[in-house]
């Protein structure tokens, strides 16, 4: 009994942090004609650098919310800079599925599953 505490604690610990990692899927697609750079997505308790998006390609990301949030996107196109008001509902819990569309006007459009 004694050699089994260890190992069902060790395996408790392991399952917590497997845990605390779950978070939103989050993928930004860019259907915009022009390539997006300096792409940031940001809510409750959360930044995620997502790097230059080419035309017609997308990004994925698992986002870690303090809480109940909604997305932001900020980037840059065409020499502008463009930043979204926050939209949308999710959790940190892995339950959520966040998609954000930049459109050809550079509006963003935020979609959660």
Do not use: W
Not at 74 to 96: I, L, N
């Amino acid at each position: 009994m004694k050699q089994r505490l260890p190992i069902t604690f060790l395996l408790c610990m392991l399952f917590s942090a497997v845990g605390c990692k779950r978070g939103a899927k989050l993928t930004v697609i860019n259907d915009s004609e022009a390539t997006l750079n300096n792409v940031v997505a940001s809510g409750e308790g959360f930044t995620e650098f997502l790097g230059s998006i080419p035309h017609g390609d997308q990004r994925h990301a698992t986002i870690q919310p303090a809480g109940e949030s909604s997305l932001k996107l900020e980037f840059d196109a065409d020499g502008k800079h463009f930043s979204s008001e926050p939209s949308g509902y999710f959790e940190a819990s892995g339950h959520y599925k966040v998609t954000a569309t930049v459109s050809p006007d550079f509006t963003v459009t935020v979609k959660d599953f």
